[in-house]
């Protein structure tokens, strides 16, 4: 089996989406989620999965810990599902062309420091775009500007509060993340 660990701070919607996606699947499988928060959502969900979680602090990140952790567990992918802290140089380089990231708009636009979550939909919708999107790119040492994999669009009426916006973008990652994860490993 092919596996999969993914990262993630927040609710995990995205990340149960994967988790849904992959159960019982023929050649790939979740094999760990990651947190950098103990109260994370995702946490619970991955227990419901039946996956193992774990939770780390800048300082795991940072020294081997979670290092160390990837390297026992060899993971085929490095899935970040909404993981809003950069990543240590010495995993990236540890795991060359092995770690995906999703990011809710159009890179490489409102992509870089400080753009992640409600910040990315609020420039959308003050610079008054008529489209956003997704993007699910590869992750290399430089913040959000790894090689593209896929995107998606979406119109944008104008008329749209960031919520609206983001609930949108939301159901796009919802609709691609997993199937374009299965692609990277099964094609
Ligand atoms: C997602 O919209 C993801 O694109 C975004 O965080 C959200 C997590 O939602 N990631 C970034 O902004 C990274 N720069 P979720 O926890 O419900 O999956």
New binding site residues.
């Given amino acids: 089996m092919k596996k999969i660990v993914i990262f993630?701070?927040?609710?995990?919607?995205?990340?149960e989406k994967i988790m849904q996606y992959f159960e019982g699947h023929p050649t790939s499988a979740v094999a760990a989620v990651l947190s950098n928060k103990s109260s994370a959502g995702?946490l619970a969900i991955a227990q419901q999965f039946q996956i193992p979680t774990l939770v780390f602090s800048r300082e795991d990140l940072n020294n081997d810990t979670v290092l160390n952790f990837l390297q026992t567990n060899k993971p085929d992918l490095i899935v970040?599902?909404?993981?809003?802290w950069m990543f240590p140089k010495s995993i990236i380089n540890e795991f060359p062309g092995k770690i995906v990231?999703?990011?809710?708009a159009l890179l490489p636009a409102y992509g870089g420091k400080g753009?992640?979550?409600l910040n990315?939909h609020r420039a959308v919708v003050a610079d008054g775009a008529k489209q956003t999107g997704?993007t699910i790119h590869y992750v290399d040492e430089h913040y959000?500007e790894g090689a593209t994999i896929f995107q998606d669009a979406i119109t944008l009426l104008g008329d749209e509060t960031p919520e609206e916006v983001?609930a949108k973008?939301?159901k796009l990652?919802h609709a691609h993340f997993a199937r374009v994860i299965d692609e990277i490993l099964n094609n």
């Fill in positions: 993630a701070s927040g609710s995990g919607s995205n990340a995702v970040l599902a909404g993981f809003l990231n999703i990011h809710p753009m992640y979550g990315v997704i959000d983001a973008v939301l990652e």
